[in-house]
């Protein structure tokens, strides 16, 4: 998925083209100039009731509508558009431009409620100056597209309207760029949100699309996560869906290990010694979260039965009176679906694409050097994986949330904790010393997942690889941590050290309108 700073560099890239491009339809390009114009003027997120506007961003859009109006007034002394071919460059930046407003928007609901821990960030100061600066040098591309219309325009009054045009916008980018040197230069990796609907993996899938599927499916459960954390999620997770998730969470920890343990095959020791690190911390993680799953043993949650004890055989009495009751059949939470499909994924990239985890035997490995190729060097592999545990420290943040939610239908069929007078049932609920004997293991999931995702960047960095995302997920994650009551990330640990534990600005939650 393209993320903003991508989508920024593509419209920049559209207009120096334009710029470069004799038109062939100067009153069709002039149109397509202006509706360039109208989609910057829009709101662009570019202030709201956390982060007003800053001097730097009124003035911006002060010049951009001025630079609108001149265009309109060109547009009027010039001749109707003929019938030419159109050249592409300008709507392919506009297009751009709308695609930047959908991944802000994608991000907050219609009744401008985050959607995911992202959302926070994104209505910071910062922030704003991110999109403001950006579309300042939008502004600069979208001058010098006037300055060639106005050395092409024979009629002497478009021309030097052509030229205020220029004026303004190079007034536009100036103020722009003057007034952000804050500008959060972490929320160009932000993409497009997508929502908590799993996509299958399928053999046909190629293994060089692993990275990128992967990375869809973390962006989900980070999603799926946050909606369990704040109580907006349509489907809440049971407590078969918490031992599944965990289950499944605990293979894909440990086949990116074995992914990182093929590839260090291949590596200089120096090199090979960090990815076998890192394999180790994932490890660390998948031992976490096994744990959190082992917790809920002769745990069952009878509104979604699928993970219980061996039942007995119902005996000939209970079938002769036609007292058996079959178990209901409960549609398992997308998240622990999309915690499947991301496992069967990792070990497609270690096994080849037809590998699913109900395999009755183990395929041979593929190459290390077949992995690096579809991973695009070590550096690419460790980026990609670094996803799993970034998504997964949200998992373990809202897992105690789900588990409070699911407390009215857990039961438990160990005897030490029946309660007087109830002996002859199997199942009674469960005290609350149990219901916290569930939710403490995911405490020590957390700080296992930021030594894996602390490991994965450091072999990165290693490979001189960036990732930006990092940056991003610190803003999140210190966001979510913040808004629990944890107070401030340990101002010890650099942001070099952990991608989660970068110091961000602190952003006011917005409270959902009734």
């Not at 859009?61 to 001749?79: C, E, G, I, K």
């Not at 096994?351 to 991973?375: C, F, H, S, V």
């Amino acid at each position: 998925m393209a993320t903003l700073d991508e989508l920024f560099d593509t419209a920049g890239d559209r207009l120096r083209r334009a710029a470069a491009t004799p038109s062939s339809d100067r009153p069709a390009t002039t149109g397509q100039l202006d509706r360039f114009l109208s989609a910057l003027t829009e709101p662009l997120g570019l202030g709201d009731e956390d982060a007003p506007q800053s001097a730097a961003t009124k003035d911006l859009l002060y010049q951009l509508q001025r630079a609108s109006d001149a265009v309109q007034a060109a547009q009027r002394m010039l001749p109707p558009s003929g019938t030419g071919p159109a050249e592409s460059h300008l709507p392919d930046a506009l297009a751009a431009v709308h695609a930047v407003r959908d991944v802000i928007e994608s991000h907050r609901g219609p009744d401008r409620v985050p959607l995911t821990a992202y959302a926070y960030a994104l209505s910071t100061g910062p922030a704003h100056h991110y999109l403001t600066r950006r579309c300042s040098e939008l502004a600069w591309g979208a001058a010098q597209v006037a300055s060639g219309l106005a050395r092409d325009t024979l009629d002497p009054s478009a021309a030097a309207a052509f030229g205020d045009v220029r004026h303004f916008l190079s007034e536009a980018s100036l103020f722009g760029r003057d007034g952000t040197r804050d500008a959060d230069a972490a929320i160009g990796a932000l993409s497009l949100t997508l929502p908590v609907s799993p996509v299958q993996a399928d053999p046909a899938d190629r293994t060089q699309d692993v990275p990128a599927n992967l990375a869809e499916d973390c962006d989900r459960l980070s999603r799926a996560a946050f909606e369990t954390l704040h109580h907006r999620a349509e489907h809440r997770m049971s407590g078969s869906d918490l031992q599944q998730l965990a289950r499944w969470t605990v293979m894909q920890r440990l086949l990116a290990g074995r992914v990182l343990l093929r590839v260090a095959e291949e590596l200089p020791d120096e090199a090979a010694a960090a990815l076998r690190g890192s394999a180790g911390a994932l490890r660390g993680s998948a031992q976490a979260w096994q744990k959190s799953a082992t917790a809920w043993h002769r745990i069952v949650d009878i509104a979604d039965p699928r993970s219980h004890p061996k039942l007995p055989a119902p005996s000939y009495e209970i079938v002769r009176r036609g007292e058996v009751v079959r178990l209901p059949r409960v549609i398992p939470h997308p998240a622990t679906v999309i915690a499947h499909t991301a496992a069967v994924r990792v070990g497609q990239l270690l096994y080849g694409p037809e590998w699913r985890p109900e395999a009755a035997t183990r395929p041979d490995p593929r190459e290390g050097a077949e992995i690096l190729a579809d991973a695009q060097g070590a550096g690419g592999l460790a980026s990609a994986l670094y996803r799993l545990p970034a998504s997964g420290w949200q998992l373990a943040l809202a897992a105690p949330q789900a588990v409070s939610l699911a407390r009215g239908g857990l039961v438990t069929d160990v005897v030490e904790h029946q309660e007087p007078g109830r002996r002859s049932h199997r199942f009674r609920p469960i005290r609350l010393h149990q219901l916290e004997a569930l939710s403490l293991p995911y405490k020590a999931v957390l700080p296992a997942e930021q030594a894996s995702a602390a490991s994965l960047l450091e072999v990165a960095g290693q490979a001189g690889v960036p990732v930006p995302r990092a940056l991003l997920d610190a803003a999140a994650h210190r966001t979510l941590a913040t808004g629990l009551g944890w107070g401030q990330a340990r101002r010890t640990v650099r942001p070099d050290q952990s991608g989660l534990r970068a110091p961000q600005p602190q952003v006011r939650q917005r409270r959902r309108s009734l």
